[in-house]
T-cell receptor, first 111, second 110 residues
């Protein structure tokens, strides 16, 4: 069966520091991968999605970037964090025609 | 611009009540509409709707899609405290992109 791992679960980082959040999926090949951000218990905002290695689409201009160095690995990064980057980050995967499955999320606080 | 709007934003009911959550959308290249329940961390999948007018049911939860009205409802009957959560509506576009609404926060009081 498929599983998705996302880490770390919580992170407190100072303003201006770099960020790297990692997500890996097991039990499937060539999944579609997604990064979402959720603010204060509200809806999910799609940040990036990827249909294959090295193929990244960005939904909103921002201080973040994403990379997919391997088929089942998706990384969310920033060179210099802003206070506004605080939030709950969720990684998800899906296969064409099926629902998305989510990781447990990373709560990022920028101080 | 693609849009998914949920209403109400929050709702407080007593155990045993029936609730109806709404989701409306304006999305190009619509493929399906999905409902998720989020209690603490990872949203968990409830329903995927692709055809208009066909109700999907799971226990006390049911949902239906109206493609003419570009909307969907999620019904929960005989609510329990365990139903307290954020309910998220998402629309899938061709290309397997999922866009989420603002969510409805449901609180069920004993």
């Amino acid at each position: 069966s498929q599983t998705i791992h996302q880490w770390p679960a919580t992170l407190v980082q100072p303003v201006g520091s770099p960020l790297s959040l990692e997500c890996t999926v097991e039990g499937t090949s060539n999944p579609n991968l997604y990064w979402y951000r959720q603010a204060a218990g509200r809806g999910l905002q799609l940040l990036f999605y990827s249909v294959g290695i090295g193929q990244i689409s960005s939904e909103v201009p921002q201080n973040l970037s994403a990379s997919r160095p391997q088929d089942r690995q998706f990384i969310l990064s920033s060179k210099k964090l802003l206070l506004s980057d605080s939030g709950f980050y969720l990684c998800a995967w899906s296969e064409q025609g099926f629902e998305a499955f989510f990781g447990q999320g990373t709560r990022l606080t920028v101080v | 611009e693609d849009k998914v709007v949920q209403s109400p934003l929050s709702l407080v009911v007593h155990e045993g009540d029936t609730v109806t959550l709404n989701c409306s959308y304006e999305v190009t290249n619509f493929r399906s509409l999905l409902w998720y329940k989020q209690e603490k961390k990872a949203p968990t999948f409830l329903f995927m709707l692709t055809s208009s007018g066909i109700e999907k049911k799971s226990g006390r939860l049911s949902s239906i899609l109206d493609k003419k009205e570009l909307s969907s409802i999620l019904n929960i009957t005989a609510t329990q405290t365990g139903d307290s959560a954020i309910y998220l509506c998402a629309v899938e576009r061709t290309g397997n992109q999922f866009y989420f609404g603002t969510g409805t926060s449901l609180t069920v009081i004993p």
